[in-house]
């Protein structure tokens, strides 16, 4: 079988490792500093000028509400108007760049964000309440986009020859759409706006970024990072704002080319219903990426190895309290192994450490404000109306007092028509249930409108292969956790509900974002006059 790339991933930190560790103190202390000097502060940046916002937006720090992190000043519609004026006027001279120069502008933004790679996750932990693995391993994996982009780009870039033939010359070569809407979640908030606009600018468009209102600050510290490493004032424009009022100005707007998009479902559909629409002035169809969300399950077979299976969930489900699109939120497990198995589970979640994301022992943190935190916690109410609570872990009180937490619960015998089964919850919450068989497990697990990630354990062959040919989802991992895909390694993103774009971190991501062109010329030279040549 052909390997696709050589691509080497940026190194998580060992944080067993003192050295490590002291870097991160530093980097908390540090921020903890800007943030008793109230320095965090995040403004739209339109045609390279730091511009006031309308409504300033204070971030409170998930694990202590009382500590405001900074603020973010969102922008209007009107700067958002302008940001796009910026963006067009901008876009002939970076797609003229030559593509190698912008692979080399993406190499130097990943060498920064390296460079500060302690500090950013830091400000992870404080504005988006990430432990530190999950908040270091946010920053490695937005150091691999723009370093495998870069790659890629180079790859990707040269005109090729489509086929040999005498007499004519047949070349095809991609161009960039024009100007993209970045529209990014705040659950990767560094990794993900990341990818989307590092494959957007090296492709030669100009972006207008928009990241989720909970992580502007970090969002900001991204686009200063890309302005100091080369990109132009003029292709790429800072835009923290609602997306109600900007991010669907920006996606109606009718000179949007392409709007890259990772988020919810409605809000996803919703996108891709008004890019749908041809407005007045419009000069052609919007490209819309769009990855969207999970409802991703686990296969426990009965003869899987216990330890593994349950270190795997538990991290599946509960690294970044469930907040991941690739989380697992569904546990099958086959015939006789669902008791023992479902016991062992239960002991192992009431010993899970809960604490605030700067605590190095915190195993879960909070979620991502009080909003999410009353939503989770009535979906945990309605829950315990109709299926038994296997476990709940317990809060401690000074950590519950102080933030938006959640006890990690999970649920058994949860029948396949409630919402617990059925509806995305992206927190802290797992859903159980038997499957008499290994096929019916299958059945079980694909059953489902979402098609993200899955995952298997199983000691039997035979079961491994049927769930390689069966278990139809974007991303299956089989005797291993089911997050943390790495880019290059595991290319990312799934179909279905879960969305309508090709694997971030895979070969073929940044052809989404190109116009593939072919230039066929007659060379046999009849009438060629070797005079003109100017
Ligand atoms: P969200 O859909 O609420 O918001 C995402 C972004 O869309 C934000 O920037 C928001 O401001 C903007 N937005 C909201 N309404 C808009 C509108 N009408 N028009 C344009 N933009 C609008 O999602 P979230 O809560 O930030 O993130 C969590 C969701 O993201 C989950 O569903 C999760 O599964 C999904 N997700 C998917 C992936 C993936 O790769 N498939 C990765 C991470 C997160």
């Known amino acids: 079988m052909e390997t696709i790339t050589t691509f080497r991933n940026e190194p998580l930190r060992d944080f067993s490792e003192e050295r490590n560790r002291s870097d991160m103190e530093v980097a908390l202390s540090e921020v903890e500093s800007l943030i008793r000097s109230k320095a965090l502060h995040a403004a739209p940046i339109v045609a390279g000028r730091r511009r006031e916002g309308e409504e300033p937006m204070q971030r409170r720090d998930p ?51 390296k460079e500060k790679s302690a500090f950013l996750a830091a400000l992870i932990v404080r504005e988006a309440g990430k432990p530190w693995r999950e908040a270091d391993a946010d920053v490695a994996e937005a150091i691999d986009f723009c370093a495998y982009y870069a790659q890629e780009m180079l790859r990707v870039g040269p005109a090729r020859r489509t086929q040999d033939v005498l007499g004519e010359d047949n070349v095809l070569l991609y161009q960039p759409r024009g100007v993209a809407a970045v529209i990014s979640p705040w659950n990767f908030p560094l990794a993900i706006t990341c990818g989307m606009a590092a494959a957007a600018l090296v492709t030669g468009n100009t972006v207008i970024l928009k990241p989720a209102e909970q992580t502007g600050l970090i969002a900001h510290e991204l686009a200063r990072v890309f302005f100091d490493a080369g990109v132009p004032a003029d292709a790429l424009a800072f835009l923290p ?32 219903k008004a890019a749908a ?9 919007k490209r819309v990426i769009a990855e969207l969300g999970g409802k991703n399950a686990i296969i426990v077979d009965d003869d ?5 299976a349950i270190r795997g969930v538990l991290q599946s489900a509960f690294g970044f309290a469930g907040q991941k699109c690739s989380a697992c939120s569904r546990l099958i497990v086959v015939g006789d192994a669902y008791e023992p198995f479902l016991a062992r589970l239960a002991a192992a979640t009431r010993d899970i450490i809960v604490s605030r994301a700067e605590d190095p022992s915190a195993f879960l943190g909070p979620v991502i404000d009080e909003e999410s935190q009353a939503r989770i916690a009535s979906v945990i109410e309605a829950g315990e109306q109709q299926c038994p609570v296997l476990a709940q872990a317990v809060l401690p009180q000074e950590v519950s007092r102080s933030g938006t937490f959640v006890a990690p619960t999970i649920f058994r015998d949860v029948p396949s028509t ?3 089964w059925t509806d995305e ?16 497990a299958l059945e079980m697990a694909v059953a489902s409108d979402y098609a993200l990630t899955g995952g298997v354990y199983s000691r039997h062959p035979g079961h491994i292969e049927k769930a390689r040919e069966h278990f139809r989802v974007g991303n299956l991992y089989i005797n291993r956790s089911i997050t943390g895909a790495l880019v290059g390694r595991q290319p990312f993103g799934g179909f279905a509900f879960s969305g309508i774009g090709s694997k971030a971190g895979g070969p073929d991501y ?21 005079d003109l040549t100017s």
């Open 418 to 420: 409630s919402a617990l």
């Open 241 to 272: 704002g609602r997306g109600e009022t900007v991010g669907r100005f920006l996606v109606e707007h009718p000179s949007t080319a392409l709007v890259a998009f990772t988020g919810s479902r409605p809000v996803g559909l919703e996108i891709a």
């Open 425 to 440: 919850i992206f927190g802290p919450v797992l859903a159980c249930a038997r499957a008499a068989t290994f096929e019916q």
């Open 510 to 530: 940044l052809l989404q974002f190109l116009e593939p062109r072919v230039v066929t010329e007659n060379t046999m030279r009849r009438g060629f006059s070797p």
């Open 63 to 113: 694990s202590n509400t009382s500590v405001v992190v900074g603020t973010t000043e969102l922008a209007s519609v009107k700067l958002a108007e302008e940001a796009m004026l910026s963006c067009l006027a901008g876009f002939p001279g970076w797609r003229a760049r030559p593509f190698s120069e912008r692979a080399a502008i993406l190499q130097r933004a990943a060498g920064i964000l």
């Open 304 to 308: 899987a190895d216990f330890d593994d």
């Open 277 to 285: 629409e041809v407005r007045p002035g419009q000069r052609g169809l």
